[in-house]
């Protein structure tokens, strides 16, 4: 189970930079909060 969280937020964050590499990191630390949140 933790295996598969880790590889999907790895590929959330891989993703992420290639399609949004000029966003700041706090916009990208909101992102990863909100995906955390829409799992539980």
Known sequence: ???LFM???Y???SIHF???NAL???HFF???VNFY???L
């Open 24 to 26: 700041k990191s706090s």
């Open 11 to 13: 590929s959330v964050i």
């Open 30 to 32: 909101t992102n990863m």
């Open 37 to 39: 949140r829409a799992i």
């Open 1 to 3: 189970m933790v295996i």
């Open 18 to 20: 290639r399609y949004n």
């Open 7 to 9: 590889g999907v937020f």
